[in-house]
Structure formats: structure tokens, C-alpha cells
């Protein structure tokens, strides 16, 4: 099982990225994905989650109408689209799965809360916010 996420990079303010997470080793149309970010001296925190339905998603009130997270089931893959984006957005940003995460009994908010929970993640992907 292997997530790899990419696309990190330098931006100026307002500007946009697009993160990829690809999944090798098992299929991620059976899974929910997040994506977290951790920055200098700040405890990692959920960015955004996805369950296995493309509606069911959740965004931190930080990101909300700047980022959007949608998945290929063709390629395996989940995309975190940034946009307007903001000095405070850098950091490093992984992306994760908890294969044990029930959606019928918990909501896809509380999988955005508890990074610890995740059984594993990607490599971390820099995004840097400067002028």
C-alpha cells in the first residue's frame, strides 16, 4: 500500500496548485482519502476529506470555497485543488487513509479531526504562499 502526493510548489498570494494523491496497492474508490498539512511549529491539522461517495466531502473552515478535493477513480487518484491562495496555506500538505474508518458510523469530519487515526500516508508534498 503506497500513497504518493505531489504537485507542491512555490506561489505567489491568490494564486493556485493542484495536489495529487496517487494510490498503488489497493483501490481508492473503496476507501476515504484526506488530506492534512503541518506547518513550522503547528500541530498537523485536516484539510479536507473525501469519502467513498464524491459528495461526501468536508472542508476546514479555513479552505472553505478556496480548495476542492475530487477524486479519478480511473487513475487512482484524489486532487486537491487550491485556489486564492494565502500566506497561512503554507505548509507541508500529505495525504492520508484510514482503512478502518466506518462511514456508516461516523461522519467524514471526524476523519479530518484525528490524524493519528490514519493507518497510512503519502510523503509530504511543500507548499510555499509568498510574494
Known amino acids: 500500500v503506497q500513497l504518493q502526493a505531489s504537485g507542491g510548489g512555490l506561489v505567489q498570494p491568490g494564486g493556485s496548485l493542484r495536489l495529487s494523491c496517487a494510490a498503488s496497492?489497493?483501490?481508492?474508490?473503496?476507501?476515504?482519502i484526506a488530506w492534512f498539512r503541518q506547518a513550522p511549529g503547528k500541530e498537523r491539522e485536516g484539510v479536507s476529506c473525501?469519502?467513498?461517495?464524491?459528495?461526501?466531502?468536508y472542508y476546514a473552515d479555513s479552505v472553505k470555497g478556496r480548495f476542492t478535493i475530487s477524486r479519478d477513480r480511473a487513475k487512482n487518484t484524489v486532487y486537491l485543488q487550491m485556489n486564492s491562495l494565502k500566506p497561512e496555506d503554507t505548509a507541508v500538505y500529505y495525504c492520508?487513509?484510514?482503512?478502518?474508518?466506518?462511514?456508516?458510523?461516523?461522519?467524514?469530519?471526524?476523519?479530518?479531526?484525528?490524524?493519528?487515526?490514519?493507518?497510512?500516508w503519502g510523503k509530504g508534498t511543500q507548499v510555499t504562499v509568498s510574494s
Open positions: 473525501m469519502g467513498t461517495s464524491d459528495d461526501t466531502t
Open positions: 492520508a487513509t484510514d482503512f478502518e474508518f466506518d462511514e456508516t458510523r461516523k461522519t467524514i469530519a471526524t476523519m479530518c479531526r484525528y490524524y493519528y487515526a490514519m493507518d497510512y
Open positions: 496497492g489497493f483501490n481508492m474508490d473503496y476507501y476515504a
